[in-house]
């Protein structure tokens, strides 16, 4: 089992425009609605991918009620800590005209330190089921950085494998805790080492500098270039063909997904790259976020090159 972890879980709703103009009316093509934050993000695309996931984290008032409900009909297990507030929403607007997303992300409820110990205890009793832990995006008003030092140290103690994908001062009091895995982008590798990584090679170096302090896996976005990745086994470069993106936001929460299922199934690196380029790429072609086809994913795969760069 996978258990995901989404502190900050939301109603995430897209809205189709025609060209946006700011400071005028737009009128909507289409909108959808559906269960967001970028735990919940790597949920869908597992399930979908075959595996068994439990999402937890925070959900409050009718939208926390939505989100259970519309998990449930993907295949997801929730296992949520209510609290009295509403969750959040958040708004995707992507501009069929000009090919452009923006977003509004609102801030979501407070968590004061007493709701956060009673979630830590229900959060160890799922970690104990769980054979992969992944924890991802921010985290609600109220929590600090070691709120996920904190969760990382618990699923490292239970002996799980624990995936940690955040940003700013969260990742960088998390990996303190060692955890399994982080999949930084190229700002978050600077940040982390305080290195320039403008070329390749001292993307690398830096990668293989987090490496030696305890993190076991890390994969660096590149974009549409790829990734690659640094790990006990050696150093992996994916390249993924060129294609016509519908909507890429998630893209790297499906990225996760891959990782997860990969490493509660214990398969290759190369195996786990590949099948987690994949599905990332797939995700890519659907404007659902956090969604892709079986057979797009499928198509991809072979078209994906792995190649072993060092180590």
Request: charged share 25%; aromatic share 6%.
């Amino acid at each position: 089992m996978i258990l995901t972890v989404t502190l900050n879980a939301a109603i995430d709703k897209r809205y189709v425009v025609e060209g946006f103009s700011q400071g005028e009316v737009n009128r909507v093509k289409s909108c959808s609605y559906t269960p967001g934050g970028k735990g919940l993000n790597v949920s869908k695309p597992a399930v979908i991918a075959g595996g068994s996931v439990v999402a937890t984290g925070f959900v409050g008032g009718h939208a926390g009620n939505y989100i259970e409900e519309a998990l449930s009909t993907f295949g997801i297990t929730s296992a949520f800590y209510h609290l009295k507030g509403e969750s959040r929403s958040c708004i995707n607007i992507w501009d069929e005209k000009n090919r452009i997303q923006t977003e509004f992300l609102e801030p979501g409820f407070e968590v004061g330190e007493e709701d956060f110990l009673s979630f830590l205890e229900h959060y160890k009793q799922l970690a104990n089921e769980a054979e992969v832990i992944a924890i991802s995006g921010s985290v609600p008003r109220g929590l600090d950085g070691t709120a996920y030092q904190r969760m990382v140290k618990i699923g490292k103690e239970a002996g799980k494998k624990v995936i940690l994908d955040t940003s700013g001062n969260l990742l960088k009091m998390g990996i303190e805790a060692a955890p399994s895995m982080i999949k930084p982008n190229l700002d978050e590798i600077r940040m982390l080492t305080g290195k320039s990584c403008d070329s390749l090679e001292e993307m690398i170096e830096a990668a293989e500098d987090i490496h030696k302090r305890g993190v076991e896996i890390v994969a660096v976005s590149l974009g549409s270039e790829g990734s690659f990745v640094v790990c006990s086994s050696g150093i992996y470069r994916a390249r993924v063909p060129k294609i016509d993106a519908v909507n890429t936001v998630g893209c790297g929460d499906s990225m996760i997904a891959g990782f997860a299922l990969g490493l509660s199934r214990q398969l290759p690196m190369e195996e786990i790259l590949r099948n987690a380029s994949a599905v990332s790429a797939a995700s890519a072609l659907r404007e659902e976020t956090g969604f892709f086809l079986m057979e797009d994913m499928q198509r991809l795969q072979p078209q994906i090159e792995i190649t072993r760069i060092g180590g």
